[in-house]
């Protein structure tokens, strides 16, 4: 079982930066797939930036440029750091483990980042 926590959301104005982090728990956090996913209020749940194991990134096009997502495998945690902030970006994000190199199968319990105009 893992579990993920996630911290760091909060209110912005646009033009602004915040960072997020996850905690997870597990001993083989650096053999899993991570990824942040967001919500915004009646959308679906997308695809926001994904880190392998190796360290390799990956990101959505509407964040490209703006979003950078690292590791720290020694404590267990993956960041997002998101910066130029906009609007648009206002949603729940969510942190996902790939622990079996199947799909995401353990989720965090959401952080809200909302952003100002």
């Known amino acids: 079982q893992v579990q993920l926590v996630e911290s760091g959301g909060g209110l912005v104005q646009a033009g602004g930066s915040l960072r997020l982090s996850c905690a997870a728990s597990?001993?083989?956090?650096?053999?899993?797939?991570m990824g942040w996913f967001r919500q915004a209020p009646g959308k679906e749940r997308e695809f926001v930036a994904g880190?392998?194991?190796?360290?390799?990134?990956y990101y959505a096009d509407s964040v490209k440029g703006r979003f950078i997502i690292s590791r720290d495998n020694a404590k267990n945690t993956v960041y997002l750091q998101m910066n130029s902030l906009k609007p648009e970006d206002t949603a729940v994000y969510y942190c996902a483990a790939d622990t079996r190199q199947d799909g995401y199968d353990y989720w965090g319990q959401g952080t809200q980042v909302t952003v100002s105009s």
């Open positions: 880190i392998s194991r190796s360290g390799g990134k």
């Open positions: 597990g001993r083989t956090f650096s053999s899993y797939l």
